[in-house]
């Protein structure tokens, strides 16, 4: 196919068609009610995952890939009482820890992490844990996910840190609809609405887990349901005794 010419005969290069920047489905008067009426829910919601310290908080979001927070608690008590700070972890050696932790799915191979990311802290950071998502990083075992994890729970950072149940539900839902987890969380942290969004990624993952649930979603307990737009919701649900301080219908409201 020929190239479009300009009336003086010059060729003008063609352009590719710009990718469509993924969107939630919902309005911003939608997600402003959604996030409402979790925060009437559970208005200071808590991670489950037992910790005394940012130590302890780093060692157990990092157990606690492929494995349940009950898992990893059970494990975990008796650990951190031994071992607290990364010189005390290092001091157990590997071969301790795995002890304590091997009823934890992977075990060998997080017991290798423990131990390289409590010496990287002691080398690199003073055995101090870093505050910025850059140096937490470079902890062996850690990803994007556990740091986001750190910097909110340890740092009051808001943050969106993408399990599997956000990202059933971003998807699901249509809430954030993306391939990827930082797809997810690129939306998620876009369009929530601020004063929601430093407990919206507890909010998101307690309702995954309890209501929002991966086999069966438990729709009539949802306090969302008459908001939902996913086409696994069950037909009919009732609007949830929540006093609407807004038009969640708003015609021209525009989607985010």
């Not at 009610?33 to 829910?41: A, D, H, I, P, V």
């Not at 009482?81 to 795995?98: C, H, N, S």
């Not at 055995?127 to 740092?155: Q, Y």
Request: aromatic residues 6%; charged residues 25%.
């Amino acid at each position: 196919m020929q190239k479009p010419k300009t009336p003086a005969g010059q060729i003008i290069a063609s352009r590719s068609p710009r990718k469509p920047t993924r969107r939630s489905r919902y309005t911003k008067v939608e997600l402003e009610e959604m996030f409402r009426r979790f925060q009437l829910q559970r208005p200071e919601p808590k991670g489950e995952l037992e910790h005394v310290n940012p130590f302890t908080l780093v060692v157990a979001v990092a157990l606690s890939a492929q494995a349940t927070d009950a898992g990893v608690n059970k494990a975990t008590r008796a650990l951190f009482k031994v071992a607290d700070t990364p010189q005390k972890m290092l001091a157990l050696g590997e071969d301790t820890v795995r002890d304590y932790i091997k009823t934890i799915g992977l075990f060998r191979n997080k017991a290798k992490n423990v131990i390289a990311l409590s010496q990287k802290l002691v080398d690199d950071f003073g055995g101090e844990v870093p505050m910025t998502r850059e140096e937490l990083v470079t902890l062996p075992g850690v990803g994007r996910k556990t740091a986001n994890v750190v910097l909110s729970m340890a740092f009051g950072q808001a943050t969106m840190a993408v399990d599997t149940h956000i990202f059933r539900i971003g998807n699901r839902i249509g809430l954030a609809p993306g391939k990827t987890p930082d797809e997810v969380e690129e939306i998620l942290m876009r369009v929530i609405p601020q004063p929601y969004l430093y407990h919206a990624h507890h909010w998101l993952i307690l309702h995954g887990r309890y209501v929002c649930k991966a086999r069966k979603p438990e729709c009539e307990r949802c306090i969302i349901a008459d908001l939902c737009k996913s086409k696994e919701k069950t037909t009919d649900i009732p609007a949830p005794i929540v006093e609407l301080t807004q038009d969640i219908d708003a015609p021209t409201a525009e989607a985010i």
